[in-house]
């Protein structure tokens, strides 16, 4: 079973930049399809992006398009989330996934202030 940690949230203001990672640990990562999502309380988690084990096969959410961009590093077990252009609506708890079988992280929150 593969562990997942992520880092890197926090408060930034409406078009900064911010940088998540996710650490994995126990388990095959670079074998893994990897996605990121977000969650508002009180609302169902959302799906953000994926890539495959290889760094390809990108997929995003019409939602941040354009403005993130998801990379990995299998050297380090690590998958990361480019966020840029920051809006409040991005405010959210992220996590990070392996796509299948699926397996979560705690989070991370990130605050966006208009």
């Known amino acids: 079973q593969v562990q997942l940690v992520e880092s890197g949230g926090g408060l930034v203001q409406a078009g900064g930049s911010l940088r998540l990672s996710c650490a994995a640990s126990?388990?095959?990562?670079?074998?893994?399809?990897m996605g990121w999502f977000r969650q508002e309380p009180g609302k169902a988690r959302e799906f953000l992006a994926a890539?495959?084990?290889?760094?390809?096969?990108?997929n995003y959410a019409d939602s941040v398009k354009g403005r993130f961009t998801i990379s990995r590093d299998n050297a380090k077990n690590t998958v990361y989330l480019q966020m840029n252009n920051l809006k409040p609506e991005d405010t959210a708890t992220y996590y990070c996934?392996?796509?299948?079988?699926?397996?979560w992280g705690q989070g991370t929150q990130v605050t966006v202030s208009s």
């Open positions: 996934a392996t796509m299948t079988p699926r397996y």
């Open positions: 126990g388990g095959s990562f670079s074998t893994y399809r």
């Open positions: 890539l495959n084990w290889s760094g390809g096969g990108t």
